[in-house]
């Protein structure tokens, strides 16, 4: 089994910047990718970026591009978000996500507000 927890939620104002972190645990042998996503309230859940475990190959959704970093260590089997210029809408609970061997797993998830 794989367990994902995430940290870093919490509330920011417009602008703003907050980092994300994922920490995988149990059975982490040959992670394929590791990535985020976000539900805001009402709506689906969306993808928001994903690095290759091996090669460090990174993917974002348009809307975060520039703005949003994602990163790993292999060291403490961590996946980080860098988020800044944060806004409104992306108010949101954000999951870690981890694919290895097909199978996908999920976080619980943290909440971001990003409010005045």
């Known amino acids: 089994q794989v367990q994902l927890v995430e940290s870093g939620g919490g509330l920011v104002q417009p602008g703003g910047s907050l980092r994300l972190s994922c920490a995988a645990s149990?059975?982490?042998?040959?992670?394929?990718?590791m990535g985020w996503y976000r539900q805001a309230p009402g709506k689906e859940r969306e993808f928001v970026a994903a690095?290759?475990?091996?090669?460090?190959?990174?993917n974002y959704a348009d809307s975060v591009k520039g703005r949003f970093t994602i990163s790993r260590d292999y060291a403490k089997n961590t996946v980080y978000l860098q988020m800044n210029n944060l806004k409104p809408e992306e108010t949101a609970v954000y999951y870690c996500?981890?694919?290895?061997?097909?199978?996908?797993?999920w976080g619980k998830g943290t909440l971001v507000t990003v409010s005045s």
């Open positions: 149990g059975s982490i042998r040959s992670i394929y990718n």
């Open positions: 690095i290759t475990w091996t090669g460090g190959s990174t």
């Open positions: 996500n981890l694919v290895k061997y097909g199978m996908e797993y």
